[in-house]
């Protein structure tokens, strides 16, 4: 069964049936005082994540890999199911290089709307995902949420709720950004911090709750902040009418980037940031 909590994975039997029926039928959507639950434990044999997850290849010197990931562009095969109830998303050296990696319910090419997408979420939403990050420096890991329903002329929200650096092992952060015709509205920024008294390495459970209204994050439970600054510029969609996608990320950053701290990885890898359930209940 992995590393979760009994406990949790037995809170939400009683809805799996219903979730995995919406699920094959497209994105999530919670009927009036209703609520949905779909979560992945990621158990059975290793090898590929399966539906819904779209793990990104982005092949160095090509367009597929984008400017924050050319440090270690995402490799496939650096996403995989550890066969005992985890999902290990990697980075590694390769050759005098880097690969990382990315798995999502939609593929990132910087292009709004994806192209390739599966199941998406309509606020009101909240989302959990247990996960401990590598040790090493210079690693950028990342649970994180994008608008896939928008054009980019129209707006997008990106909705990061655990952008940890791993040269700051104590630290947490959370990032509230808002994209116009692919430019960021500064006025739209919202930050959250928090420092631990575990490292990165050690299991947490991150936890994000997001309504028609606000953002709210929390870590081990513990609170993190709220901000209600998601009002968008007059008429474009409003936060209500984003349906959001996920993102599982392990990226390599280049010394010169923010996300490194200007380090380099230490040894030769794997650096694994290894997650033990993801949980979207909607409604």
Same mark, same amino acid.
């Given at each position: 069964?992995?590393?979760?909590?009994? #406990?949790?994975?037995?809170?939400?039997?009683?809805?799996?049936?219903?979730?995995?029926?919406?699920?094959?039928?497209?994105?999530?959507?919670? #009927?009036?005082?209703? +609520?949905?639950? =779909?979560?992945?434990?990621?158990? $059975?044999?290793?090898?590929?994540? $399966? %539906?819904?997850?779209?793990?990104?290849? +982005?092949?160095?010197?090509?367009?597929?890999?984008?400017?924050?990931?050319?440090?270690?562009?995402?490799?496939?095969?650096?996403?995989?199911?550890?066969?005992?109830?985890?999902?290990?998303?990697?980075?590694?050296?390769?050759?005098?290089?880097?690969?990382?990696?990315?798995?999502?319910?939609?593929?990132?090419? $910087?292009?709004?709307?994806? +192209?390739?997408?599966?199941?998406? =979420? &309509?606020?009101?939403?909240?989302?959990?995902?247990?996960?401990?990050?590598?040790?090493?420096?210079?690693? =950028?890991?990342? +649970?994180?949420?994008?608008?896939?329903? *928008?054009?980019?002329?129209?707006?997008?929200?990106? /909705?990061?709720?655990?952008?940890?650096?791993?040269?700051?092992?104590?630290?947490?952060?959370?990032?509230?950004? %808002?994209?116009?015709?692919?430019?960021?509205?500064?006025?739209?920024?919202?930050?959250?911090?928090?420092?631990?008294?575990?490292?990165?390495?050690?299991?947490?459970?991150?936890?994000?709750?997001?309504?028609?209204?606000?953002?709210?994050?929390?870590?081990?439970?513990?609170?993190?902040?709220?901000?209600?600054?998601?009002?968008? !510029?007059?008429?474009?969609? !409003?936060?209500?009418?984003?349906?959001? $996608?996920? /993102? /599982? *990320?392990?990226?390599?950053? &280049?010394?010169?980037?923010?996300?490194?701290?200007? %380090?380099?990885?230490?040894?030769?890898?794997?650096?694994?940031?290894?997650?033990?359930?993801?949980?979207?209940?909607?409604?």
């Amino acid at each position: 069964m992995g590393l979760r909590s009994r #406990g949790v994975l037995l809170s939400v039997v009683g809805v799996l049936a219903c979730a995995l029926i919406a699920l094959c039928s497209g994105p999530l959507v919670a #009927g009036a005082g209703a +609520a949905t639950t =779909w979560t992945d434990n990621f158990d $059975g044999p290793a090898g590929a994540p $399966g %539906y819904p997850w779209l793990v990104l290849d +982005a092949k160095p010197g090509t367009s597929a890999c984008k400017s924050f990931m050319s440090g270690s562009c995402p490799a496939a095969n650096n996403v995989f199911k550890s066969g005992n109830g985890t999902l290990i998303v990697r980075s590694r050296r390769e050759g005098t290089g880097y690969r990382g990696a990315m798995v999502g319910t939609f593929k990132y090419t $910087g292009f709004w709307p994806p +192209a390739s997408k599966t199941v998406s =979420w &309509k606020p009101p939403f909240t989302v959990k995902v247990r996960a401990r990050m590598p040790t090493s420096p210079a690693l =950028w890991t990342n +649970a994180w949420f994008m608008t896939t329903n *928008q054009t980019a002329s129209a707006g997008n929200f990106e /909705l990061d709720m655990a952008e940890e650096r791993t040269f700051q092992q104590y630290n947490h952060n959370t990032y509230l950004h %808002y994209f116009r015709g692919s430019t960021k509205v500064s006025a739209l920024d919202w930050t959250c911090k928090m420092t631990f008294a575990s490292p990165l390495s050690s299991l947490k459970v991150y936890k994000m709750t997001v309504t028609s209204t606000s953002l709210t994050t929390w870590v081990d439970d513990r609170f993190c902040g709220t901000t209600k600054n998601v009002t968008v !510029p007059s008429g474009l969609p !409003p936060l209500s009418s984003h349906a959001f $996608g996920i /993102l /599982l *990320q392990n990226l390599v950053a &280049k010394p010169d980037m923010w996300a490194s701290g200007g %380090y380099k990885p230490s040894g030769a890898g794997p650096w694994d940031m290894v997650v033990d359930y993801v949980t979207v209940t909607q409604g």
